[in-house]
């Protein structure tokens, strides 16, 4: 069975230091990979989508990057935080369109 | 661009008595709808995909629905463990898209004992 790992779960970080989430999938290969923020009162914003290794496509222009080193691993960087960077941190992977994402237990992130 | 409302935002609900939450949406042409469940602090849990008018889907005490503009969550006799946020997201057929999810803001469900 597939399964999605992401970590930390919970993250306090001062205003302009850097940030790395990471977000691992098992049991599937190729996935389409997916970072969503969920902030209160919102609904989930997409940031960055990937359908291959290197591939990043973002969807809104941020302080934020993302990477794909490897087939089943993403990861979100900030060089710098921002206070409005605060939120609650999703990661998805899906088989590919028209089908279900699935998403990890997210990453409560605190910029003080 | 893709859109999708849910109503009401809220809904208390005594445990046993059924409701229907809704999902509004506009998108250039639907590949799939899609249900989640979500606890506090935790990711969106899937419940169903609906790809066209006139389907449905059922899981113990949900059940799914979809029309051309709009689709259903109905709860019928909800338990108290039932209580959570209900995300409804739409993925469509083209352009940007049609790689993504486009979710509502949601409807929290509490079941009162």
């Known amino acids: 069975s597939q399964t999605i790992h992401q970590w930390p779960a919970t993250l306090v970080q001062p205003v302009g230091s850097p940030l790395s989430l990471e977000c691992t999938v098992e049991g599937t290969s190729n996935p389409n990979l997916y970072w969503y923020r969920q902030a209160a009162g919102r609904g989930l914003q997409l940031l960055f989508y990937?359908?291959?290794?290197?591939?990043i496509s973002s969807e809104v222009p941020q302080n934020l990057s993302a990477s794909r080193p490897q087939d089943r691993q993403f990861i979100l960087s900030s060089k710098k935080l921002l206070l409005s960077d605060s939120g609650f941190y999703l990661c998805?992977?899906?088989?590919?369109?028209?089908?279900?994402?699935?998403f990890g237990q997210g990453t409560r992130l605190t910029v003080v | 661009e893709d859109q999708v409302t849910q109503s009401p935002e809220a809904l208390r609900l005594q445990e046993g008595e059924s409701s229907s939450l809704n999902c509004s949406y506009t998108v250039s042409g639907l590949r799939g709808l899609f249900w989640y469940r979500q606890d506090p602090g935790k990711g969106p849990e899937f419940l169903f995909t609906?790809?066209?008018a006139g389907e449905e889907k059922e899981k113990e005490r949900l059940k799914a629905t979809l029309t051309k503009k709009e689709s259903f969550l109905h709860i019928t006799a909800p338990k108290p463990e039932d209580s959570a946020t209900y995300l409804c997201?739409?993925?469509?057929?083209?352009?940007?898209?049609?790689?993504?999810?486009?979710f509502g803001k949601g409807t929290k469900l509490s079941v009162i004992p």
């Open positions: 990937s359908v291959g290794i290197g591939q």
């Open positions: 998805a992977w899906s088989r590919g369109q028209g089908t279900e994402a699935f």
């Open positions: 997201a739409v993925q469509s057929s083209s352009g940007a898209g049609s790689y993504q999810l486009t």
């Open positions: 609906l790809y066209s």
